[in-house]
T-cell receptor
């Protein structure tokens, strides 16, 4: 079974629009960690944020914000006032405390910001 | 430190040949991971090391794949008798402890012809 689901395969927005990328995860562990990574066309995965299962506080970093809701097993990512440089594939990932140390990645959401 | 480094960046090989990739992690990181990514998919876990010990291997890692991390520093991933299905991007990552974020290299893109 897929542990991380990113239902949006591709999204296109016009520059300056806000966009939310959805992530739904599945785990039986009570201790787990959630991540978002960005993969620009150059290919390197860039770490954006880590959240542990005990910290449901939402976080804002500049134009980026994350909404973690355990009740719906979701960890959504919002980009405010999108820019062309935000165009990339975004991956959500899960790491379980009892599951060794591997990261389970979703299939990614390809975001295109149109100027 | 400039981050995780992988070599080569691209490799084209004929089916049946052996290939070896190298990963140099961030120097103070004791955990090192190998992932494989095919087009349109997220990275899939292959194996990870804590220092020089290989602690976990995915079922994706067939007998033709072997990874080493001598002395807990750089790591190599070897694929023997390559098949066309091995064509993918091979990603290396490192982290300083468990469950913290991992930092990825730029990957080695393997094409088997």
């Amino acid at each position: 079974a897929q542990k991380v689901t990113q239902a949006q395969t591709e999204i296109s927005v016009v520059e300056k629009e806000d966009v939310t990328l959805d992530c739904v995860y599945e785990t039986r562990d009570t201790t787990y960690y959630l991540f978002w990574y960005k993969q620009p066309p150059s290919g390197e995965l860039v770490f954006l944020i880590r959240r542990n299962s005990f910290d449901e506080q939402n976080e804002i970093s500049g134009r980026y914000s994350w909404n973690f809701q355990k009740s719906t097993s979701s960890f959504n990512f919002t980009i405010t006032a999108s820019q062309v440089v935000d165009s990339a594939v975004y991956f959500c990932a899960l790491s379980e405390a009892r599951g060794g140390n591997q990261f389970y990645f979703g299939t990614g959401t390809s975001l295109t910001v149109i100027p | 430190d400039t981050g995780v480094s992988q070599n080569p960046r691209h490799k084209i090989t004929k089916r049946g040949q052996n290939v070896t990739f190298r990963c140099d992690p961030i120097s103070e990181h004791n955990r090192l991971y190998w992932y494989r990514q095919t087009l349109g998919q997220g990275p899939e876990f292959l194996t990870y090391f804590q220092n020089e010990a290989q602690l976990e291997k995915s079922r994706l890692l067939s007998d033709r794949f072997s990874a080493e991390r001598p002395k807990g520093s750089f790591s190599t991933l070897e694929i023997q008798r390559t098949e066309q299905g091995d064509s993918a991007m091979y990603l290396c990552a490192s982290s300083d402890t468990g469950y913290t974020e991992a930092f990825f290299g730029q990957g080695t893109r393997l094409t088997v012809v």
